[in-house]
């Protein structure tokens, strides 16, 4: 990374808070990542003004509002919010998650057949011993997710700091910093160190492959957490590492190979919520419709944004939520970036293939291998997932990678109404789902409304085949494709994640090496949100890690 350039000089900074429109820091984004970043911020008593384009907060995760039922606009589930991200903010008792006790059911699209994982995975195994082949297979999945958490409390250690400086010339911060991400690695039972380094090049299908030999469907099932959200299939190299990442939750590793389902009462928006009003409370402005088309700099040193309505805001500091592509390519010119940061930053893989489709029902729907009744709504509060096999899987991603939609898509879905009664006090039910492969650019054709409604139809379609009559129920559809990600909410190429998940681009690697710790080589310009380590989801690991970057900065800065 290169060197660390000074801050700006007192008188200069004097005079920049002196202006009319000012601050000491400008966020942008009012994201969770964004809305936490300033939170902690404020709460330094650093002079923060959050700036948001569109009319409310949430980002990703807002809840939208469907013919007066609320429901998950883009991320559905909240669990892994960082605890101490919580604390820290006085979250306690501001909002309220849930967590069903079935996390996942994989209902066959074919067969009749289905799987239900629990929290408890020896209530899993047990679930498990009653298929073909079942004793070997609750076997290799309970060591599956022994290891799995093991080696996740881990990783669920280094979430929360900045990755560490590899170059030379540390600092005794950064020295702390990496004794931090290696101490844990140190605390491992014998041999887990070395499976970590053998675990995180593999693919998902590798990796679940050597505990589970002779059921294809669960095999399918649980590596499909290493693809989701990305453009990869679960043969591809590294999805082992998302698939470890992704099972980290706010409480440890707890999320196993199951992964976690939570959800915030009120939906995700309520977390926003939550946060916008602890940032309020520390004493950060917040604006809403306050589109940002510039970043301003002098000599390599940030001077501010420019609005879409012409007003300009100084402030020597800019930590942005954005993606790194709209941040560096798109706010800045070539002479603040340069051009190999700009190449390097357009190599980084960003194509988004996940669509958003919620549905509103008139009534919940039979999922045949569900059953009716009591016990078949606690089965369906878990996520639903859609999928036959590996290869099913692997089809799916091949469409998507010559700019084809899949004709057979793969689905997870969360019926967040039988959680939250709340969000549908008539009786209705939101039925969100996650829907891959879709590409954001598409080799014939645009996202039309015909292309938009014949994609809508095959995702039903494939609910159809494990919910008979679901068609009939639907009264209203809402789809949000790759293609909205990047035109409405501002992610280029589509991308939930903002870039890629993976092995490459982790840590220090996110989104590339040089500015994977936040701090960019233009003075004052800091990076975060899901573009940033430790990557995407409801985490707001991001937002904090960075705003505490910017502060221990600022702290240099005046001594």
């Known amino acids: 990374m290169a060197a660390k350039k000074k801050a700006a000089a007192p008188a200069e900074k004097a005079a920049v808070k002196k202006a009319r429109n000012s601050a000491d820091v400008i966020v942008l984004g009012g994201g969770h990542n964004g809305l936490v970043a300033a939170a902690y911020l404020a709460r330094a008593g650093i002079k923060t003004i959050l700036l948001e384009a569109r009319g409310e907060l949430g980002g990703m995760a807002l809840t939208a509002d469907i013919d007066g039922v609320k429901a998950p606009m883009l991320a559905h589930t909240v669990g892994r919010f960082r605890p101490r991200v919580a604390r820290d903010l006085g979250l306690a008792g501001s909002v309220r998650l849930v967590e069903p006790e079935v996390r996942s059911f994989a209902p066959h699209p074919t067969d009749g057949t289905s799987i239900t994982l629990y929290r408890d995975p020896a209530k899993s195994a047990k679930e498990l011993e009653k298929r073909p082949n079942g004793k070997a297979t609750a076997a290799g999945f309970l060591k599956l997710d022994g290891r799995l958490r093991r080696i996740g409390a881990y990783f669920e250690q280094v979430l929360d700091g900045v990755p560490p400086d590899l170059d030379g010339g540390k600092s005794v911060a950064e020295m702390l910093a990496g004794f931090a991400f290696r101490k844990p690695f140190t605390d491992l039972k014998e041999g887990d160190g070395r499976e970590i380094l053998r675990i995180l090049p593999m693919s998902a299908a590798d990796l679940v492959g050597e505990y589970i030999q002779h059921d294809e469907h669960l095999l399918a099932m ?164 859609i999928l036959e096999s590996i290869l099913g899987i692997e089809k799916a991603f091949d469409a998507s990678k010559y700019g084809q939609i899949s004709e057979t898509p793969v689905i997870e879905a969360l019926i967040p109404t039988l959680i939250d009664p709340s969000l549908a006090p008539d009786g209705r039910h939101i039925i969100s789902c996650v829907v891959q492969y879709a590409p954001a650019v598409l080799k014939d054709g645009e996202w039309d409304e015909p292309t938009r409604k014949a994609f809508a139809d095959s995702v039903v379609a494939q609910l159809e085949r494990v919910a008979p009559g679901i068609t009939r129920l639907i009264s209203a559809r809402q789809l949000i494709t790759p293609a909205d990600l990047q035109s409405d909410w501002g992610a280029t190429g589509g991308h939930a994640m903002h870039v890629n998940e993976g092995f490459d681009q982790f840590a220090q690697w996110r989104p590339l090496y040089g500015i994977g710790r936040y701090e960019t080589p233009i003075d004052g310009l800091f990076l975060s949100g899901a573009g940033t380590h430790p990557g995407g989801g409801v985490t707001g690991a991001p937002g904090a890690n960075a705003a505490e970057a910017l502060i221990r900065q600022l702290r240099r800065s005046a001594d």
């Open 222 to 385: 649980l590596a499909w957490r290493g693809a989701i959200y990305n453009a990869v299939g679960p043969m591809s190299p590294g999805t082992a590492a998302t698939m470890l990442f992704d099972g980290i939750t706010g409480d440890g590793a707890d999320g196993g190979a199951a992964g976690q389902t939570v959800v915030a009462i009120g939906g995700p928006g309520a977390l926003a919520t939550a946060l916008a009003d602890a940032a309020r409370g520390f004493g950060a402005e917040i604006r809403t419709g306050a589109k940002v088309v510039a970043i301003t700099e002098q000599d390599g040193r940030i001077t501010g944004v420019a609005l879409a309505s012409g007003e300009e805001i100084a402030a020597p500091y800019v930590l942005s939520t954005l993606d790194p592509k709209t941040t560096l390519l798109s706010l800045l010119g070539v002479e603040a970036t340069g051009p190999d940061l700009r190449r390097r930053l357009r190599a980084t893989r960003s194509s988004g293939v996940t669509a958003k489709l919620n549905l509103l029902v008139d009534k919940l729907p039979t999922f045949t291998a569900a059953g009716k009744g009591e016990a078949a709504e606690q089965t369906l509060r878990g996520r639903i997932v």
